[in-house]
T-cell receptor, first 111, second 113 residues
Framework: QKEVEQNSGPLSVPEGAIASLNCTYSDRGSQSFFWYRQYSGKSPELIMFIYSNGDKEDGRFTAQLNKASQYVSLLIRDSQPSDSATYLCAVAPQAGTALIFGKGTTLSVSS | GAVVSQHPSRVICKSGTSVKIECRSLDFQATTMFWYRQFPKQSLMLMATSNEGSKATYEQGVEKDKFLINHASLTLSTLTVTSAHPEDSSFYIC?????????FGPGTRLTVT
């Protein structure tokens, strides 16, 4: 059973702080990794993807991947109240297959 | 970017009736689409993989006779919930994949009374 694990939270951070979201996955052969943001009642939207070990930065977001530890993280710098949402970690076991999602971490950014 | 649409966005039906949900890829052709279901406070659970021109592949525990999937064209997949019951009330989301990227439709909120 391929699994993706996330701490459900809620993770509460003050405005301007760094939010750190973590994810582990069970399938060592997984190829690609994604972070989606989901607002209540809406479908997920892609915010970051990463394929290789190391860090990938895009604006205020940094994704980190460690395949040896089967660990993916997302850092959100200068957190804003509008970042308050559920963040879903998703893993693609193979190219072209459906993504496997974690249960998501709820982030709350207070102003 | 790629766009996936769903219709209807919200539907309320009576127990025992059937409901059809449409998923369209608006600016690309999708030979494969995916149907997910999400219960409150839960993650997205893959229900089935819809393949254009062939039978859908269902995940373990998903009743293929209850959740009928038809992928008749490269831009349209439909999910029909047959003989719906209150426990089928959920948020149904379709998605399509282009290379490594999964694009989601806006979702359909189904409520069965």
């Amino acid at each position: 059973q391929k699994e993706v694990e996330q701490n459900s939270g809620p993770l509460s951070v003050p405005e301007g702080a760094i939010a750190s979201l973590n994810c582990t996955y069970s399938d060592r052969g997984s190829q690609s990794f994604f972070w989606y943001r989901q607002y209540s009642g809406k479908s997920p939207e892609l915010i970051m993807f990463i394929y290789s070990n190391g860090d990938k930065e895009d604006g205020r977001f940094t994704a980190q991947l460690n395949k040896a530890s089967q660990y993916v993280s997302l850092l959100i710098r200068d957190s804003q109240p509008s970042d308050s949402a559920t963040y879903l970690c998703a893993v693609a076991p193979q190219a072209g297959t459906a993504l496997i999602f974690g249960k998501g971490t709820t982030l709350s950014v207070s102003s | 970017g790629a766009v996936v649409s769903q219709h209807p966005s919200r539907v309320i039906c009576k127990s025992g009736t059937s409901v059809k949900i449409e998923c369209r890829s608006l600016d690309f052709q999708a030979t494969t689409m995916f149907w997910y279901r999400q219960f409150p406070k839960q993650s997205l659970m893959l229900m089935a993989t819809s393949n254009e021109g062939s039978k859908a592949t269902y995940e373990q525990g998903v009743e293929k006779d209850k959740f009928l999937i038809n992928h008749a064209s490269l831009t349209l997949s439909t999910l029909t919930v047959t003989s719906a019951h209150p426990e089928d009330s959920s948020f149904y989301i379709c998605s399509a994949r282009i290379q490594d990227f999964m694009y989601f439709g806006p979702g359909t909120r189904l409520t069965v009374t």
